[in-house]
Structures are given as C-alpha cells and as structure tokens.
C-alpha cells in the first residue's frame, strides 16, 4: 500500500466522482455513482447521499485494489458538494478515515482542477450557476449559487422554469405563442401543461428532471423560436454576470484573467456564444482557458492542500495519469 492516500471527491447534482491518488500524484483509482446534490435535511436524503458517496469511494477502492473502506485512512481529503456542504461533514466524517478533511462548494474545485491550482476564474453552469475566482494574493470571491429557489440565472434549471413559465404565458395568452407549449408536455408525457406543474409541486417530477426540459428549450431555440432564443441568450448573459462580480471584488491587474468554463450550459453554443460577447464587451482582456482537469482531480489537488502537500512537481504526473476534460468547441 502505498504509503500516504488522497481523496478528491467532486459530488454534483448530476453526478459523483471519487478519485485516489499517491504521494507522487498517481491516480491510483476513480468511482463514480449518482447525483448527491440535494440537501442532506430533505426526507431521507442523509441516507441517499451516504449511500451514493459510498458507493464511488467503493469503486475508486476496488479500482487501486486497496481493501476495504474501513480499513483505509487517508491523509487528506476534499470533497467538493453542490449544496449544503458543512451539513454532509457529517455524512463523509461517519464513512471514511482521515486525518484531514475537508469539505466544500463546487466551485473551487472546478477551478482547481481547470488551472491546475494557479488563480483565475471559473464560472459553473450546470443545473444551478455560480462563479468563483482566486487572485494572486489569495484574495477569494464568488457569485451565484444560491440555489432554484432565490438564484441560479444561468444555469440548467432555471433555463427549463423559464421555458415553463413561457409556455404557460402562451397558454393564458398574456405571451407569445411558442413551440415550448406543446415541447413541455410531450418532453414529460403529459396531456396537459397544469399536469406537468402539479407534478412538479407534488415532488413527483424532481429539480433534476425539470432541469432536463434545458434541451429543450435549447432545441426551440435552434429552430428559430424567438421566445426560447431570448431565454437561451439571457443565460449566456447570467453567467457573463457572475463572472464580472468576482472580476469586480478581486485585484486582478487591468481586466486580464484567466476564465475557465465548466457544466453543461457551455456545451451549449448559442449559450457559450452570448456568455463571450457579454463578457468580452466590459472585459476586453479576458481570456478563457482549456480545463486541464475535470472538478474530481481538482478535488484531490485540494486534498493535498489540505494535508500541506500539494506541490507543483505532481501536476505532471497528475497529467501522465489522467485524461484531459472533452473539449467545449465544436458542440452544438
């Protein structure tokens, strides 16, 4: 066994990735399970997220062949959650042995893992949004985030209830007519729109899968409907948004930054297209940058923070060790 372990956890609302590392910066194992982005209060949802976090740590074990998660103590450990970080402490403290843990949001990790620890930007779109951005004094800043309720412009759910909101504005003739009427309620296999929101209110369609109806509004818009162009457009500008209010509260010099892209909104070109418009016209210097790691090694670059170990000679075997993030161009 290899003599210190680390362990990035990034655990979204789509998703859950765990990866092992050495000393040396070897990825010795990755798991992945289900979403483990609701909070940890709702009906049951301890249980779930424990189950789920269990089930990827277990994977990424069995991957390094390393024994049982009982028996495995390691060094450092970050995880990064989508929500709700400091009540799922609880959660990763009662399943796993470490000298160090550490948990909490999303977004630091995804710029982690995109810059390889060097100061920048990175704004998230995926079924929420947020942006966040570290300086080169150690300054700190974030935007968004604050969930489906009282936020998240710009990302996948709020495009969706938006989509929803303009059909219904179509239905009660107090908007204009649009495809995404009829796309809402073939896209949930409903007769009737109010089926589709008394679903939705009774728990029995999810955030996550009201969330999907994204691509369809995408698709709409694609087709020329102007009522979707116009939400698609305005979450390209949602996210130029957040990105300019950490530019405003970090000492970058001039407008130069470095900005890195993550979550499915940005596979989307219409979105990615009006995000760089947006954002270039107040921060002309701006320059995006290729992720060099997906959020999971981010989170074990932040593991290794946290035990005092990170040192730069493992970003290269980090490099040897793991496959570069798909590329956004190119997508429709």
Known sequence: MPLHLFLGIDAGHGHTDAVIGDDDGNVLGRGQSGASGEHPNEPGAFDRIRDVLDHAIREALDQASLGSIHWTTFAGVH????????????????????DRLDVGAGAPAALWGASAG????????GIGAVAYGEAWNGAKAHAGGWGYLFGGEGGGFWMAAEGVRAAA??????????????RAR?????????????????????RDTLATFAERVYACAVEGDVRAREIVERT?????????????????????MAIAQAGAMFRLRLVRDTFWRELQ????????ITPRFDPAVGALIGAYRAAGRFRSELLARLEDCVPPPQRLDGVA
């Open 79 to 98: 995880a990064a959650m989508a929500s709700a970080p400091a009540d799922k402490t609880a959660i990763l403290a009662d399943l796993i042995k470490s």
């Open 236 to 256: 390209g500008q949602a996210l130029a948004e957040l990105v300019w209010s950490v530019r405003s509260a970090l000492p970058f010099p001039t407008e130069a």
């Open 118 to 125: 060097e100061p920048g930007v990175v704004v998230v779109g």
């Open 186 to 206: 073939q896209h949930f296999g409903h007769a009737s729109l109010e089926a589709v929101t008394e679903d939705f209110y009774a728990r029995r369609i999810s």
């Open 281 to 288: 016209a107040e921060l002309p210097l701006a320059r995006p």
């Open 169 to 182: 504005a179509a239905q009660d003739r107090i908007g204009p007519a649009t495809l995404l009427l009829e």
